[in-house]
């Protein structure tokens, strides 16, 4: 397995597998060769990110800790941070989105459907 570090401040960038893990203040952005955000790491856990365009008023996921983006940019709110912890459901304090885990979905999966977040290629 081949990697690529090199640090900048408090940034640090990895090529690992065709992927590029980008660090920065114990967060890390794993990005795919094609330039979407497949999801980011804290700690060394996997933190996905959902986006709720459709305005729909619950969403279930199949992660108990994530990331809420609203809408996709540029109508997006600031990125939060949620931890359901041993809970079934959590309201983001920003959108009002109801998300519940769902113990049947995988991490990248959503009901309904389509509401996982990545960046558009550039």
């Known amino acids: ?22 660090t920065s203040d114990n ?25 709720n365009d459709a305005g729909h008023p619950t969403i279930n996921i199949g992660v108990r800790k994530f990331m809420c983006v609203g809408a996709n940019p540029p109508f997006d709110h600031p990125h939060e941070y949620l931890d359901m912890g041993d809970a079934d459901e959590i309201v983001c304090p ?13 991490a990248a999966q959503t009901n309904p459907n389509g509401c996982i977040f990545t960046v558009a290629d550039t």
């Not at 090199?6 to 690992?16: H, I, S, Y």
């Not at 979407?36 to 790491?41: F, V």
């Not at 920003?94 to 769902?102: A, K, N, Q, V, W």
């Open 27 to 51: 967060l890390t952005y794993i990005l795919r060769q094609s330039g979407k955000i497949w999801g980011s790491e804290m700690g060394g856990h996997s933190i996905h990110h959902f986006q």
């Open 94 to 106: 920003y959108c009002s989105t109801l998300y519940r885990y769902d113990a049947t979905l995988d």
């Open 1 to 22: 397995m081949a990697a690529l570090v090199f640090a900048a401040q408090t940034c640090q960038f990895r090529l690992q597998n065709g992927f590029l893990h980008y």
